[in-house]
């Protein structure tokens, strides 16, 4: 989990999900100080920690974060989830993009894992056996202008999807995109460096082609979400929304065969078009 050089900011997105319930923890520091973020399908807590340590574990304030699950400890918050084995991708997600000076970089722990324990959240018990995991970072100086990230694992079937289409300021400016599926075992990878076509790309629909690959998304939004803290120039002064409450219904090709038409009814959705 260790970063090579410590950036401006660092954040690690823990998600949890389990009949219909999901909770995120997002440790990160920033210029602004470090911090452990909380978001529910309805609410969302920022507590600031004396600090946060970064080696084989994420040690943030009294909470821990390692590969076999987390410990947590907050005003209000508090319980232990374990983890099984994680699911890493076969490469990072960034590609070559990670040797560009990009002003966010997005890395991909985990598509996808088991869970147990629970989490009490000022008197209300969530548990979470049975349930799936997902773990992700993002380090740099601030989040792109304007972008959407999706997330669904909470599928009928073995599968995970994560993607991302952003404005990228640098070197040039251009729309870039990184997709990561996971299903039947298979990893497909669809993305700008891989010469993905981004058609689509609206917090109602999506959709990517890449040779012989292609991928829908239509998403029915119920709200915008609680609202998280993002960086802005390695502080945490921006505001975002994050709805982990939204039903997807995703459509995957290859060579004009459907591998896959699954919807899930929990998934995570972000979109920012800061002007």
Request: aromatic share 10%; hydrophobic share 35%.
């Amino acid at each position: 989990m260790q970063e090579s050089k410590q950036p401006q900011f660092e954040g690690w997105y823990f998600k949890h999900q389990c009949a219909g319930e999901t909770v995120a923890l997002i440790p990160g520091r920033a210029e602004s100080g470090s911090f452990v973020q909380v978001v529910t399908n309805d609410r969302s807590w920022n507590f600031s920690v004396p600090a946060l340590h970064v080696g084989a574990d994420i040690q943030a304030g009294s909470c821990l974060f390692s590969r076999s699950g987390v410990i947590v400890d907050l005003p209000g918050i508090h319980g232990q989830i374990q983890y099984g084995s994680w699911t890493p991708l076969r490469s990072d997600i960034m590609g070559p993009f990670r040797y560009l000076p990009m002003e966010c970089r997005h890395g991909i722990l985990s598509m996808r894992h088991t869970l147990s324990g629970s989490l009490e959240l000022e008197g209300h018990t969530v548990a979470f056996d049975g349930g799936l995991g997902y773990i992700e970072k993002d380090a740099g100086t601030s989040f792109p202008s304007r972008y959407l990230w999706l997330h669904a694992n909470d599928f009928p079937a073995p599968c995970s999807i994560s993607l991302a289409v952003a404005r990228i300021p640098r070197p040039r400016p251009f729309n870039g995109c990184i997709c990561a599926i996971v299903y039947g075992g298979q990893e497909y990878r669809l993305a700008t460096y891989r010469g993905v076509r981004v058609l689509a790309a609206t917090p109602e629909h999506i959709r990517l082609a890449q040779g012989s690959l292609l991928l829908e998304a239509d998403l029915e939004r119920r709200d915008d979400g609680p609202t998280l803290r993002a960086p802005d120039d390695g502080r945490m002064t921006a505001i975002i929304r994050e709805s982990s409450a939204v039903t997807a219904h995703f459509r995957f090709w290859q060579r004009g065969q459907l591998v896959f038409a699954l919807t899930s009814t929990a998934a995570s959705f972000e979109c920012r078009d800061k002007p």
